[in-house]
């Protein structure tokens, strides 16, 4: 995330840029998805600063929880101040327990994709640039993998975006939860002129885009 002194700086410069992405995106459901089924599930996901990323996924119906953290690198270098140089390999990402009998692990893609994050920006999202900032699915499953696979062949071929997609597809390795202080940020912050600019936009586009899907209470039980 951009630091305090910047953000306001920031977020009004990539406002503009940015504009094209906050109505979001209405994209077909995957042609190829995971079967219902009883208990948990996890995905892990990264797409720009994982504040607005959990955000949008807390209000996701079938998701439980969302927690932000790090992925694509090791344990050593997962916090914060280490990830924000750009040079230890991970992602700010989030981890999405849901249920697998409300919603399918394609049907989080198809809301990723669309809503919360522009998968054709290389290391960038917003206002924010870096490897830290990378669109990645990190899968934990064969399933996972293929799942993500065919829906991004399924949408280049059907040109749903204007530019290629760029988002990698990646073998979870770890996921190393962030600090305190970045966990259930936009629901905390929800005035923070950061968040009003980037991602509360989001939120209200998977509400308008696909109000199925949309759950007003925040997971997490809150």
Not at 21 to 50: H, I, N, W, Y
Not at 124 to 137: C, E, L
Request: aromatic share 10%; glycine share 8%; proline share 6%.
């Amino acid at each position: 995330m951009v630091r305090a002194l910047s953000v306001l700086v920031l977020a009004l410069a990539a406002c503009s840029s940015a504009s094209a992405r906050e109505d979001g995106l209405r994209l077909p459901p995957p042609a190829q998805d995971t079967a219902p089924a009883t208990g948990e599930a996890s995905a892990v996901f990264a797409g720009g600063c994982f504040w607005g990323v959990e955000g949008v996924f807390q209000h996701v119906k079938g998701v439980k929880s969302v927690r932000t953290g790090y992925s694509g690198g090791d344990a050593r270098h997962a916090n914060y101040d280490d990830v924000s140089e750009g040079d230890t390999g991970h992602a700010e990402s989030v981890r999405v327990v849901y249920d697998p009998g409300q919603v399918s692990y394609g049907q989080l893609l198809q809301v990723f994709f669309s809503v919360v994050q522009d998968p054709t920006l290389l290391n960038r999202q917003g206002p924010d640039s870096g490897t830290q900032y990378r669109s990645a699915i990190f899968y934990a499953t064969p399933e996972q993998k293929t799942v993500a696979d065919a829906y991004i062949a399924q949408l280049t071929a059907a040109h749903a975006f204007a530019r290629p997609i760029v988002t990698q597809v990646a073998p979870l390795k770890g996921f190393y939860l962030a600090e305190g202080e970045h966990q259930d940020y936009m629901r905390l912050n929800p005035d923070a002129i950061y968040i009003a600019i980037n991602d509360r936009p989001k939120v209200l586009a998977l509400e308008r885009i696909y109000p199925q899907m949309y759950v007003a209470q925040w997971a997490n039980g809150r």
